[in-house]
Protein backbone atom coordinates (compact mmCIF):
# COMPACT_ATOMS: atom_id res chain seq x y z
CA UNK A 1 0.00 0.00 0.00
CA UNK A 2 1.75 3.28 -1.23
CA UNK A 3 -0.76 5.85 -0.59
CA UNK A 4 -2.65 7.96 -2.35
CA UNK A 5 -0.66 9.40 -5.34
CA UNK A 6 -0.69 12.57 -7.25
CA UNK A 7 1.13 14.20 -9.71
CA UNK A 8 2.15 16.92 -10.55
CA UNK A 9 3.03 18.17 -6.83
CA UNK A 10 3.20 22.05 -8.21
CA UNK A 11 1.91 23.51 -11.73
CA UNK A 12 2.66 27.21 -13.04
CA UNK A 13 0.73 27.93 -15.41
CA UNK A 14 -0.47 31.02 -17.69
CA UNK A 15 -4.38 32.19 -17.52
CA UNK A 16 -5.62 30.76 -20.22
CA UNK A 17 -4.11 27.33 -20.78
CA UNK A 18 -5.00 24.00 -20.00
CA UNK A 19 -3.79 21.86 -16.73
CA UNK A 20 -4.58 18.04 -15.93
CA UNK A 21 -4.08 16.41 -12.45
CA UNK A 22 -3.74 12.63 -12.41
CA UNK A 23 -4.38 11.21 -9.02
CA UNK A 24 -3.86 7.06 -8.04
CA UNK A 25 -5.47 5.62 -5.46
CA UNK A 26 -5.00 2.98 -3.12
CA UNK A 27 -5.17 0.65 -4.75
CA UNK A 28 -8.38 -1.42 -3.37
CA UNK A 29 -10.20 1.42 -2.98
CA UNK A 30 -12.99 1.81 -5.39
CA UNK A 31 -14.03 5.10 -4.22
CA UNK A 32 -12.08 8.46 -5.59
CA UNK A 33 -12.95 12.09 -4.34
CA UNK A 34 -11.49 15.72 -5.96
CA UNK A 35 -11.23 18.12 -2.85
CA UNK A 36 -9.81 22.09 -3.44
CA UNK A 37 -8.57 23.95 -1.25
CA UNK A 38 -7.61 27.62 -0.83
CA UNK A 39 -5.80 30.07 1.68
CA UNK A 40 -7.20 29.34 5.04
CA UNK A 41 -10.28 27.33 4.35
CA UNK A 42 -11.15 24.10 4.25
CA UNK A 43 -11.18 21.58 1.92
CA UNK A 44 -14.02 21.73 -0.04
CA UNK A 45 -15.86 18.80 -2.38
CA UNK A 46 -15.43 18.75 -6.24
CA UNK A 47 -16.67 15.34 -7.54
CA UNK A 48 -16.69 11.91 -6.81
CA UNK A 49 -16.30 8.04 -8.33
CA UNK A 50 -17.72 4.90 -7.59
CA UNK A 51 -15.51 2.61 -9.54
CA UNK A 52 -15.27 4.38 -13.19
CA UNK A 53 -18.73 6.04 -12.67
CA UNK A 54 -19.17 9.63 -11.60
CA UNK A 55 -21.63 10.13 -8.60
CA UNK A 56 -21.68 13.22 -7.35
CA UNK A 57 -20.52 16.69 -8.75
CA UNK A 58 -20.36 19.95 -6.94
CA UNK A 59 -21.78 23.30 -8.30
CA UNK A 60 -17.70 24.34 -8.13
CA UNK A 61 -17.30 22.49 -10.59
CA UNK A 62 -17.74 24.97 -13.41
CA UNK A 63 -18.23 23.65 -17.09
CA UNK A 64 -14.06 24.01 -17.38
CA UNK A 65 -13.32 21.32 -15.18
CA UNK A 66 -13.77 17.72 -16.05
CA UNK A 67 -12.53 14.78 -14.07
CA UNK A 68 -12.39 10.94 -15.76
CA UNK A 69 -11.77 7.80 -13.88
CA UNK A 70 -11.66 5.70 -17.25
CA UNK A 71 -10.82 2.14 -15.58
CA UNK A 72 -11.98 2.44 -11.99
CA UNK A 73 -8.18 2.68 -11.47
CA UNK A 74 -6.24 6.32 -11.55
CA UNK A 75 -8.29 9.69 -12.21
CA UNK A 76 -7.38 12.85 -13.91
CA UNK A 77 -8.70 16.46 -13.09
CA UNK A 78 -8.92 18.31 -15.80
CA UNK A 79 -9.61 22.53 -15.84
CA UNK A 80 -10.01 24.67 -19.19
CA UNK A 81 -8.93 28.23 -19.55
CA UNK A 82 -7.28 28.51 -16.67
CA UNK A 83 -8.61 31.48 -14.30
CA UNK A 84 -6.73 33.16 -11.50
CA UNK A 85 -9.52 32.35 -9.33
CA UNK A 86 -8.17 28.41 -9.93
CA UNK A 87 -5.26 29.00 -7.76
CA UNK A 88 -5.28 26.11 -5.03
CA UNK A 89 -4.06 22.81 -3.61
CA UNK A 90 -6.32 20.22 -5.89
CA UNK A 91 -6.71 17.33 -2.85
CA UNK A 92 -7.36 13.68 -4.18
CA UNK A 93 -8.39 11.10 -1.12
CA UNK A 94 -9.70 7.52 -1.77
CA UNK A 95 -11.82 4.93 0.08
CA UNK A 96 -13.35 1.74 0.01
CA UNK A 97 -16.72 1.19 0.18
CA UNK A 98 -16.15 -2.13 2.44
CA UNK A 99 -14.49 -1.48 5.92
CA UNK A 100 -14.35 1.18 8.46
CA UNK A 101 -14.92 3.95 5.56
CA UNK A 102 -11.57 5.93 6.16
CA UNK A 103 -10.79 8.60 3.71
CA UNK A 104 -6.93 8.64 2.84
CA UNK A 105 -6.00 11.89 0.96
CA UNK A 106 -2.87 12.64 -1.26
CA UNK A 107 -0.10 15.31 -1.05
CA UNK A 108 -2.01 17.34 -3.72
CA UNK A 109 -1.13 19.06 -6.67
CA UNK A 110 -0.36 22.99 -5.71
CA UNK A 111 -1.76 25.11 -8.89
CA UNK A 112 -0.53 28.68 -9.40
CA UNK A 113 -1.93 30.44 -12.15
CA UNK A 114 -0.23 33.91 -13.46
CA UNK B 1 -25.00 20.28 3.39
CA UNK B 2 -23.67 19.82 6.67
CA UNK B 3 -22.74 22.61 8.81
CA UNK B 4 -19.10 21.99 10.63
CA UNK B 5 -17.74 24.31 13.08
CA UNK B 6 -14.44 23.99 15.03
CA UNK B 7 -13.24 25.94 17.89
CA UNK B 8 -11.10 27.51 18.57
CA UNK B 9 -9.71 28.87 15.26
CA UNK B 10 -6.68 29.46 16.61
CA UNK B 11 -4.82 28.32 19.70
CA UNK B 12 -1.25 29.17 20.64
CA UNK B 13 0.37 26.94 23.24
CA UNK B 14 4.01 26.08 24.87
CA UNK B 15 5.57 22.98 24.47
CA UNK B 16 4.15 20.35 27.12
CA UNK B 17 0.70 22.02 27.49
CA UNK B 18 -2.75 20.22 27.24
CA UNK B 19 -5.08 21.35 24.68
CA UNK B 20 -8.68 20.51 23.15
CA UNK B 21 -9.91 21.16 20.55
CA UNK B 22 -14.19 21.13 19.31
CA UNK B 23 -15.75 20.25 16.57
CA UNK B 24 -19.48 20.80 16.00
CA UNK B 25 -21.90 19.17 12.78
CA UNK B 26 -25.74 20.13 12.51
CA UNK B 27 -26.84 16.61 10.76
CA UNK B 28 -26.11 13.22 11.88
CA UNK B 29 -23.39 11.09 10.38
CA UNK B 30 -21.42 8.16 10.14
CA UNK B 31 -18.45 9.46 9.64
CA UNK B 32 -16.22 11.66 11.08
CA UNK B 33 -12.33 12.19 11.61
CA UNK B 34 -9.66 14.22 12.85
CA UNK B 35 -7.41 15.37 10.06
CA UNK B 36 -3.60 17.12 10.97
CA UNK B 37 -2.14 18.90 8.12
CA UNK B 38 0.85 19.42 7.40
CA UNK B 39 2.95 22.35 6.05
CA UNK B 40 3.14 21.01 2.77
CA UNK B 41 -0.74 20.42 2.47
CA UNK B 42 -0.80 16.84 2.93
CA UNK B 43 -3.77 16.01 5.26
CA UNK B 44 -2.68 13.32 7.50
CA UNK B 45 -5.87 11.12 9.18
CA UNK B 46 -4.71 11.57 13.24
CA UNK B 47 -8.67 9.44 13.91
CA UNK B 48 -11.32 7.80 11.97
CA UNK B 49 -14.19 8.37 15.00
CA UNK B 50 -18.11 8.29 14.04
CA UNK B 51 -18.77 7.52 17.78
CA UNK B 52 -16.66 6.50 20.98
CA UNK B 53 -13.38 7.44 22.29
CA UNK B 54 -9.88 6.53 20.95
CA UNK B 55 -6.63 6.79 21.63
CA UNK B 56 -3.33 7.31 19.54
CA UNK B 57 0.00 8.50 22.27
CA UNK B 58 -0.81 11.61 23.21
CA UNK B 59 -3.55 12.00 21.08
CA UNK B 60 -7.13 11.13 22.02
CA UNK B 61 -10.39 11.75 20.40
CA UNK B 62 -14.23 11.59 21.72
CA UNK B 63 -17.10 11.52 19.43
CA UNK B 64 -20.65 12.18 20.86
CA UNK B 65 -22.98 11.58 18.13
CA UNK B 66 -26.30 12.60 19.60
CA UNK B 67 -25.07 15.76 21.02
CA UNK B 68 -22.88 15.98 17.57
CA UNK B 69 -20.10 17.14 18.71
CA UNK B 70 -16.51 15.76 18.74
CA UNK B 71 -13.23 16.58 20.80
CA UNK B 72 -9.60 16.20 19.93
CA UNK B 73 -7.48 16.07 22.98
CA UNK B 74 -3.48 16.70 22.75
CA UNK B 75 -1.54 16.45 25.39
CA UNK B 76 1.71 17.17 26.75
CA UNK B 77 2.44 19.22 22.61
CA UNK B 78 5.45 19.02 21.11
CA UNK B 79 6.44 22.56 18.23
CA UNK B 80 5.62 18.84 15.74
CA UNK B 81 2.01 19.00 16.73
CA UNK B 82 1.72 23.08 14.89
CA UNK B 83 -0.35 22.97 11.93
CA UNK B 84 -3.56 23.02 10.48
CA UNK B 85 -6.45 19.99 12.35
CA UNK B 86 -9.62 19.72 10.36
CA UNK B 87 -12.43 17.81 11.41
CA UNK B 88 -14.37 16.27 8.77
CA UNK B 89 -17.76 14.35 8.36
CA UNK B 90 -19.97 12.27 6.05
CA UNK B 91 -23.71 12.02 5.86
CA UNK B 92 -25.88 9.07 6.06
CA UNK B 93 -26.41 8.97 2.32
CA UNK B 94 -23.54 11.19 0.29
CA UNK B 95 -20.11 10.66 -0.13
CA UNK B 96 -18.61 13.43 0.41
CA UNK B 97 -17.00 14.75 3.32
CA UNK B 98 -18.00 18.30 4.90
CA UNK B 99 -14.88 20.13 6.65
CA UNK B 100 -15.10 22.92 9.08
CA UNK B 101 -12.17 25.57 8.45
CA UNK B 102 -10.22 23.87 10.96
CA UNK B 103 -8.00 25.01 13.86
CA UNK B 104 -4.38 26.53 13.42
CA UNK B 105 -2.10 25.32 16.31
CA UNK B 106 1.08 27.24 17.46
CA UNK B 107 3.32 25.20 19.86
CA UNK B 108 6.38 27.14 20.60
CA UNK B 109 9.44 25.80 22.57
Known amino acids: DTGVSQDPRHKITKRGQNVTFRCDPI?????LYWYRQTLGQGPEFLTYFQNEAQLEKSRLLSDRFSAERPKGSFSTLEIQRTEQGDSAMYLC????????????FGSGTRLTVV | GIQVEQSPPDLILQEGANSTLRCNFS?????LQWFHQNPWGQLINLFY???GTKQNGRLSATTVATERYSLLYISSSQTTDSGVYFCAVRGSTLGRLYFGRGTQLTVWP
Open chain 2, 49 to 51: IPS
Open chain 2, 27 to 31: DSVNN
Open chain 1, 93 to 104: ASSSIRGPGGYT
Open chain 1, 27 to 31: SEHNR
